[in-house]
C-alpha cells in the first residue's frame, strides 16, 4: 500500500545563497528546464540555468523577476521525481507565492502556464504601493504560542496601521508602510527573536498590491485555469477539488483574494492534515526555511501527540513526518 502525503510548495525567500546551484545539482538537463529558459529567453530575460550557475549568490538573486522563477522551478522539478510507486498525494498547498506552483502541480494549469504565471507575477508583484513586510516570531522556544501575546500584537499594529499579511505557524509576516513597520518594532512588546525586515518584499497580501492585482488579471487568461485533478488547498483553507471547482473562481481567487488578503498557511496546513490525515508531508525545495512553520503548525495540533518542538525533533530523528527535499538527508527517502 501506498504511503499518503500531503505536498507543500514553497513561496519567497527560500533561494538564499546555501541553494545556489540548487537546479544544477538535482535536476541539470531536465526537459522542463529548457522549456522554462526558452520562455525566458523569448521575453529577454536571464535564463534560470545561468542564474543558478552563477559564481556567487548576488542581490539580483533576490529580485521578484528572478526569485520567483528561480524557486518554482525548483519546487516543480522536485515534485515531478517523487516516487508515484511508492506515495499518493492526497493533497497540494503553499505558501504565499507557492499557490502558483501548487495549481501546477494540482493540475488546475498546465506547467508552462504555471510557469508564465510566477514568472510574471515575479514582475506584478513590484506592482504595489509603498511598502514592505516583516517577520514577528511569536512562538515561544517550545514552539507554543501565548494568545495573551498574540493579542498584544495585534494591538499594536492596529495602533500603526500594520496589516498582517501570512500566518506561518508560529510567526506572522505583517505589512505596511515603511513608516508604520519601523513605529511598530518601537511597540511591541518582548519577543523571542527582534522584528526582521524581509529585503526586496512588498506589502504582500494586503490591499496595497491592487497595482499587482489589476495586471494579473489582464495578462493571465481565464482559459488557462481548469479543475485540479489533486485537491488542493489555498491560503484560506478552502480546499478545491475536482469536479467541484469552477474555473472562473479560481482564476478570481488566484488574482484577486490570494493577492489582496492574508494568506493564511496555518489554515492550510490545519486542513491539510485534519482533512486528509497523510502518512508524511513533503516539502519541496528549495530550501527548508517553510519547516520550522509546519513543525509548529503540527504541534498546535498536537498532531501525533507532538505538543513541543523537542517532541517533533525527536519524531523527525527516528521516521520524519516533514520531509524535506532541500536536506540532502531527507531528499532519498521520497525519490526512486
Known amino acids: 500500500m ?31 528546464l529548457g522549456r522554462f529558459d526558452a520562455m525566458r529567453a523569448s521575453a529577454g530575460k536571464a535564463a534560470l540555468t545561468a542564474l543558478d550557475g552563477a559564481a556567487k549568490f548576488t542581490p539580483a538573486h533576490l529580485r521578484g523577476d528572478n526569485a520567483a522563477p528561480l524557486i518554482h522551478a525548483c519546487a516543480w522539478l522536485d515534485f515531478l521525481k517523487l516516487d508515484r510507486e511508492r506515495f499518493e498525494v492526497v493533497a497540494v498547498t503553499g505558501n504565499s507565492m507557492g499557490w502558483y506552483t501548487a495549481l501546477a502541480c494540482a493540475g488546475a494549469v498546465s506547467g508552462e502556464h504555471g510557469f508564465a504565471i510566477v514568472d510574471g507575477m515575479g514582475l506584478n508583484s513590484q506592482k504595489h504601493a509603498a511598502g514592505g513586510q516583516a517577520v514577528l516570531v511569536l512562538a515561544g522556544e517550545d514552539w507554543t504560542v501565548d494568545p495573551a501575546l498574540v493579542a498584544t500584537v495585534e494591538a499594536a499594529m492596529a495602533r500603526h496601521g500594520v496589516l498582517p499579511s501570512i500566518r506561518l505557524g508560529g510567526m506572522l509576516v505583517v505589512a505596511g508602510a515603511e513608516a508604520a513597520l519601523d513605529a511598530l518594532a518601537n511597540d511591541l512588546p518582548p519577543l523571542s527573536r527582534p522584528p526582521m525586515r524581509l529585503a ?9 498590491m491592487q497595482a499587482s492585482s489589476d495586471a494579473a488579471r489582464a495578462q493571465f487568461p481565464r482559459e488557462w485555469f481548469g479543475q485540479p485533478q489533486i485537491p488542493l488547498i489555498d491560503g484560506r483553507g478552502k480546499v478545491w477539488r475536482r469536479f467541484e471547482s469552477r474555473a472562473d473562481e479560481l482564476w478570481e481567487y488566484t488574482f484577486g483574494h490570494q493577492i489582496l488578503q492574508p494568506y493564511d498557511f496555518t489554515a492550510a496546513m490545519t486542513v491539510a492534515m485534519r482533512e486528509f490525515a497523510p502518512d508524511r508531508v513533503v516539502l519541496l525545495g528549495p530550501g527548508e526555511t517553510l519547516g520550522g512553520a509546519i513543525g509548529q503548525v503540527l504541534v498546535s495540533l498536537k498532531w501525533l501527540d507532538i505538543s513541543s518542538r523537542n517532541m517533533f525533533t525527536a519524531v523527525q530523528g ?4 516533514l520531509i524535506s527535499m532541500g536536506r540532502p538527508s531527507q531528499r532519498g527517502i521520497v525519490i526512486p
Open 2 to 32: 501506498k504511503e499518503t502525503v500531503v505536498v507543500v510548495c514553497p513561496g519567497r525567500g527560500t533561494y538564499n545563497p546555501p541553494e545556489l546551484g540548487y537546479l544544477s545539482r538535482h535536476n541539470g538537463g531536465a526537459d522542463w
Open 200 to 208: 526586496g518584499h512588498g506589502p504582500f497580501h494586503t490591499p496595497l
Open 318 to 321: 527516528e521516521d520524519p513526518l
